[in-house]
């Protein structure tokens, strides 16, 4: 994908803006799947669901794969189809994201200049005019922006933008110049691991040196070094030359493992000389000009001493001696070898060839010693020929933390966005209405009565996903008293009323005493009696808490658009107020509830009705949002409760055209 911009505009959300079902765990998921020849899709599926039960959304998968695609061959870590060198050291690591923002950083110099600006901002949390300063052009502001959103820089809502600071700050941190021959050879000894997994230390520092000429220093690699591999031209692994390079190193050791067993067997004894010094040589005798340590004179002096006690040993393993003594060099020791009085010597290919030594030596010898280290060598190398001897090598290595980039995003969900969601329904309930309400239902009829049987079973077997809208109405209004919930506003949209808002005028008083404010939001009628009855059924009994409840309606006039008052409006037909929603609280700490159903006996007992209770975050902020919208402009038709206390006998016309 050459242009990212259409795909990001498809994928684009709003509120907080990011791109839809990407997220540093999505990224590795991709690459995983790009890895082990996989679609790519198969791989994203669950990172897509975990998006969908987020934001109660869902988009085409082909922008999701594209989108993915792109990134993998932007952040360097597919070069051409194939997985970068970076792309696998993302591939074995526990923790992959913050490589991935750390590489994004390398990688995207716009990213890296908005991220150092926001760094500069003091607070966490800053206008979203701020950030939008410091965008440049349409790619920053439909891709960069999100991106880093999605990648879990920041926050970014419609009027404010969240920091995160520690993500902002590693990221950036880990921008330095570094020697990259070094990292190249770190990574390549990372990959090495996963590859040979029961390869040793010295095992992967012979096959990076032999497949890139460097040796690496370091422990694991840090983000300070993936910063600097992603900052360089993608490099690509030739799997070809790594085998070649496992065949020949495995070679080397068998020709090093028959040297080390030779000198632990030799076959014949060496031409060695031994030469008669005045007195036994001691550390004394060992020449001060050339400088050396004590420890190269001891080291020296022990191994002369052995061999002139077992001349058998003149072929002397260079390996004893450094690594006992940690500060001699090979150098070091033939420099050492050859003050030492009587001693005539070669230091080479880890070998000493003695040819004359003294032979008394004022040192005890450490023939034990040696032989055990020859032992342990041989027993180490053959253990490495065995690490090298499998069949092949596979590149790139198996994915490390495929299952739990899944977790971690399944963990990132809100929870919020997973409460539980029913239908609600209403089908006459025999048990709930009562034999006697049922007895009058169903008189003498036959064919009633077999309905009623019905419905019992129904009712008694019906699963757990349905709830009555009585059940569910009564658990919305408990939720504002059960729960500590900040934004205090009930909203009740219902056209028609009758007395069943008696059943539950209890319920919204307790609101009211709590602190809550009662919105109401009906259909405007031109009826008296209406009015009266909402008077009767509900504000007379809460009358003590007016000062929290609103009433308005709603009402436009089909056949014209402009009304004035001295018209005659008994032939006009009205439309209005036609939803049916409840809602409590904010959209993250409350519930809604809609559908057929209006604030009605016939509705609630009788005919049958059908709609959705829910506590999910997304989709309470939509009913929230929506019912807002009908709130604010039927702001004209508000009614005060007095005047509803003094309901004229004449029709009312809506006091948006009076």
Excluded at 383 to 398: A, K, M, N, Y
């Amino acid at each position: 994908m050459s242009n990212p911009l259409n795909t990001a505009n498809e994928l684009r959300t709003q509120s907080p803006e990011r791109l839809w079902a990407l997220s540093a765990e999505s990224v590795y998921s991709a690459l995983a799947a790009t890895a082990t020849g996989e679609p790519i899709q198969e791989r994203l599926e669950p990172h897509v669901r975990t998006e969908i039960i987020r934001t109660n959304d869902e988009r085409g998968r082909d922008p999701v794969v594209s989108i993915h695609e792109w990134l993998l061959d932007e952040l360097g870590l597919v070069d051409n189809g194939t997985i970068s060198l970076l792309g696998m050291v993302v591939l074995i690591s526990d923790e992959p994201q913050p490589f991935i923002r750390t590489a994004t950083v390398a990688r995207l110099q716009p990213a890296e200049m908005v991220l150092r600006s926001c760094n500069e901002i003091e607070e966490d949390n800053v206008p979203r005019r701020e950030l939008d300063s410091l965008l440049a052009d349409e790619w920053d502001e439909t891709v960069l922006a999100p991106l880093l959103g999605s990648l879990g820089f920041m926050t970014i809502y419609p009027d404010s933008v969240d920091l995160n600071r520690e993500r902002i700050d590693s990221s950036l941190s880990a921008q330095q110049t570094m020697s990259t021959e070094t990292v190249v050879a770190e990574a390549y000894r990372d990959i090495l691991s996963c590859v040979v997994e029961s390869a040793d230390a010295a095992c992967l520092e012979d096959l990076v040196q032999r497949l890139i000429g460097t040796t690496p220093t370091k422990g694991e690699l840090e983000m300070a070094e993936v910063a600097n591999l992603a900052s360089t031209q993608a490099i690509t692994v030739d799997e070809t030359e790594v085998e070649d390079a496992v065949r020949n190193q495995r070679q080397e050791y068998e020709d090093e493992f028959d040297q080390v067993r030779s000198l632990l067997v030799p076959s014949t004894e060496a031409d060695l000389e031994r030469v008669n010094t005045d007195q036994s040589v001691g550390l004394d005798d060992v020449s001060e000009d050339a400088d050396l340590s004590a420890d190269e004179r001891e080291a020296a002096l022990k191994v002369v001493a052995t061999v002139a006690a077992y001349p058998v040993l003149a072929t002397f393993d260079v390996h004893f001696v450094t690594e006992r003594w940690p500060s001699v060099t090979p150098y070091s020791l033939y420099q050492a070898l050859s003050s030492v009085p009587g001693v005539e010597c070669e230091v080479s290919d880890g070998l000493v060839e003695f040819e004359v030594v003294p032979e008394a030596v004022d040192v005890e010898a450490v023939r034990d010693e040696y032989t055990k280290h020859l032992v342990e060598r041989c027993s180490d190398i053959q253990s490495r020929i065995d690490t090298l001897s499998q069949e092949t090598v596979s590149f790139p290595p198996d994915p490390v933390a495929t299952e739990s980039m899944v977790v971690q995003d399944y963990e990132s969900i809100d929870s919020g966005a997973i409460a539980p969601t029913y239908f609600t329904y209403t089908l006459v309930d025999p048990d709930a209405l009562g034999e006697q309400k049922m007895d009058a239902y169903v008189g003498d009829s036959r064919g009633l009565g077999r309905e009623r049987a019905r419905l019992r079973r129904w009712h008694e077997r019906r699963s757990s996903g349905l709830k009555p809208y009585t059940a569910m109405t009564d658990r919305l209004f408990s939720l504002g008293l059960e729960r500590d919930i900040e934004d205090k506003v009930l909203r009740i949209m219902t056209p028609f009323d009758d007395d069943t808002f008696n059943e539950y005028v209890a319920q919204i008083r307790r609101l009211l005493e709590h602190g809550f404010e009662l919105r109401l939001l009906t259909r405007h009628t031109k009826e008296p009696w209406e009015w009266r009855r909402l008077q009767r059924n509900l504000l007379s009994e809460i009358k003590e808490h007016r000062d929290r409840v609103t009433v308005r309606s709603y009402s436009r006039f089909k056949e014209h658009q402009r009304v004035t008052p001295d018209m005659d409006f008994r032939d006009l037909n009205e439309i209005g107020i036609h939803g049916k929603l409840q809602t409590v609280g904010a959209p993250e700490e409350g519930a809604a509830l809609l559908g057929s159903a209006n604030f009605m006996e016939n509705s609630y007992d009788w005919n049958p009705e059908c709609g959705i209770y829910t506590e999910r975050t997304q989709f309470v902020d939509a009913a929230v949002e929506f019912f807002d919208i009908v709130w604010d402009i039927s702001a004209a038709d508000e009614l005060s409760i007095e005047r509803l206390q003094e309901i004229p006998d004449h029709q009312l016309v809506p006091t948006y055209y009076s």
